[in-house]
């Protein structure tokens, strides 16, 4: 089984020339999920790790699964004014203009080990504001994990440069 052949791709979703990665047919097939979930969190199995934070909204299904297979604590980090407690907050920049992501601001405790989820890292814009939220409140980013790499777009130098090792399963050319 190749997770790489069990990813749909939708050419020009949402607009013409994005070549959309689509994780739903991944997610629906048992054997893939559990190995996906397995696989991105396999340098880390063993070690201690408080915390798995997920990206809205398909990190949040694959975060919740690997929290549970490392026996960590989840962490939702979401698009601003969903959260109902108290938050922290940072912008990032998008494609077209600013966004902004937030988290419960006792979510995570100044120390504690935290392992980043998402579907995919493209720029890596998103990951980047997402380590740079939990690092600000003193939490370990240990790792961040994505099935999905598009290497030429540079993400995943964004994110070691904040000293955090990325850990992809597959990647796809272009954007
Ligand atoms: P970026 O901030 O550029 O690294 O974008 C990453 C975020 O956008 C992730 O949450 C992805 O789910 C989403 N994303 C970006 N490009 C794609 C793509 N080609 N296919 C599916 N999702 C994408």
Redesign the pocket.
């Known amino acids: 089984m190749n997770i790489k052949d069990i990813v749909r791709t939708i050419p020009d979703y949402p607009k013409p020339g994005?070549?959309?990665?689509d994780i739903t047919t991944l997610l629906g097939n048992a054997q893939a999920f559990r190995r996906t979930v397995d696989e991105l969190v396999q340098p880390w199995a063993g070690s201690k790790i408080d915390k798995v934070a997920g990206?809205e909204a398909?990190?949040f299904i694959l975060g919740g699964a690997v929290a549970h297979q490392v026996s960590a604590g989840f962490v939702p980090i979401r698009k601003k004014g969903k959260l109902p407690f108290e938050t922290v907050r940072i912008a990032y920049s998008l494609e077209y203009g600013i966004d902004e992501m937030e988290m419960h601001k006792d979510a995570i405790a100044p120390g504690e080990k935290v392992i980043l989820v998402?579907?995919?890292?493209?720029?890596?814009?998103?990951?980047e504001a997402a380590v740079k939220l939990m690092q600000n409140i003193g939490a370990q980013v240990v790792a961040a994990c994505f099935v999905i790499d598009?290497p030429e777009?540079g993400?995943r130098a964004k994110v070691e440069a904040l000293g955090v090792p990325v850990r992809t399963l597959v990647e796809f050319e272009g954007?």
């Open positions: 994005i070549m959309f990665r990206i398909r990190g998402d579907d995919l890292i493209a720029t890596g814009g998103t990951a598009l777009l993400g954007h």
